[in-house]
């Protein structure tokens, strides 16, 4: 099972004190391959550090880098066809303020041809339909 994880579900993955942790994890390390955008590790560098501290923004960095680093997950390229179709899904669904890392997940899950996101969003990949010709996304861990 090919994954796109979003910036929510890897805060929460590496957070043992999330009320979601553990179903979060858990989806995690079931996952086959996991596809992690740039933008949410952005997110993940802002979000945790102004929150918690640089230090553990950059512990969940270097554990996330060790994933990929061992074939447990993927950093996704972000081309120029991908941000055509992430610009053209926020236009779609203009009225849901998506912001860009999301809409990129969109573009990326397209490209692996999954509807599987990992994610805490769940008001924003609920709302939008795949690109992949599936009726909805399978959101984890909710849909596992």
Request: proline fraction near 3%.
């Amino acid at each position: 099972m090919i994954v796109v994880v979003d910036s929510s579900g890897l805060i929460a993955a590496f957070n043992s004190e999330d009320p979601e942790h553990r179903a979060v994890a858990y989806a995690l390390n079931a996952a086959g391959l996991v596809i992690i955008s740039p933008l949410a590790l952005v997110e993940i560098d802002h979000v945790v550090a102004a929150r918690a501290s640089r230090h553990v923004a950059d512990r969940i960095l270097h554990q996330i880098q060790a994933r990929i680093h061992s074939a447990r997950a993927e950093l996704a390229v972000v081309a120029e066809e991908t941000l055509a179709a992430a610009l053209a899904v926020r236009m779609r669904y203009g009225e849901l303020k998506l912001d860009i890392a999301d809409t990129v997940n969109i573009a990326i899950a397209a490209e692996h041809q999954t509807n599987v996101i990992l994610s805490l969003d769940r008001r924003d990949f609920r709302a939008v339909r795949p690109l992949t010709g599936h009726t909805a996304f399978r959101l984890l861990p909710d849909d596992f």
